[in-house]
């Protein structure tokens, strides 16, 4: 493959660990409200407000359209989409994703970055091995629990879960990367090692319920 993600936008997603996860002054933004960055200008703004009257394998999740209805997944109720200025603190970096959804206090993350990476489904497995390299590369003290390209409602799905040093906590990652209109689709949960207990299994579920045109 002749281009792969940047590294600089594969540690975009994990920014969050570079800074702390106390509460933020600032309010998350309403579900409405336009989430663009340099790297995500030549798409359109994501709908974000499309909630699927759906049931769901638990009471704490929902399911809902992004990305201009091209991806199907729950997200936590109450969850709504991160203000641009809590997204700098939380995301320091000028490729921080497109779209974050978060809780209140801003601990808990589900983030999206439709990058500029072509990638064919059936060639999703040559980016894992460089991918998680860089990751390695950039936190080398992650504790890593998995990496793997699986197969979810007839997509490969590039998987890799792990425990990352924080500023003043460590941080558990789930990134899920995929296909979308030929380029790569990366999407993050994270939050602290204190709520990985109660949010790592709603994580999984999350990720499974992950479906992209």
């Known amino acids: 493959m002749k281009k792969l993600v940047s590294v600089a936008l ?3 997603m994990l920014a969050v660990s570079a800074c702390s996860n106390k509460p933020a002054d600032t309010k998350p933004a309403e579900q409405n409200a336009a989430q663009t960055t340099d790297a995500a200008k030549t798409t359109e703004a994501p709908k974000t407000d499309s909630t699927i009257p759906a049931a769901t394998t638990s009471d704490k999740l929902e399911a809902k359209k992004v990305l201009n209805d091209k991806v199907e997944i729950l997200i936590p ?3 709504t989409v991160m203000s641009e200025e809590m997204a700098k603190v939380k995301y320091p970096t000028e490729n921080r994703p497109s779209l974050i959804y978060t809780d209140e206090k801003g601990s808990i993350n589900i983030a999206f970055s439709h990058t500029e990476t072509p990638v064919q489904d059936s060639l999703l497995k040559d980016l894992k091995d460089p991918m998680k390299q860089a990751f390695t590369n950039a936190y080398k003290d992650a504790t890593w629990y998995r990496d793997e390209v699986i197969q979810i409602n007839g997509k490969n799905v590039g998987v890799f879960e792990m425990l990352t040093p924080g500023a003043d906590t460590k941080i558990y990652n789930l990134i899920f990367f995929t296909e979308l209109d ?8 994270n939050c602290t090692e204190a709520q990985m207990e109660e949010w790592k299994p709603l994580a999984q579920e999350i990720l499974m319920s992950y479906k992209v045109q």
């Open 10 to 12: 594969l540690l975009s």
């Open 77 to 79: 109720k109450g969850f």
């Open 182 to 189: 030929g380029k790569v689709l990366m999407t993050t949960f």
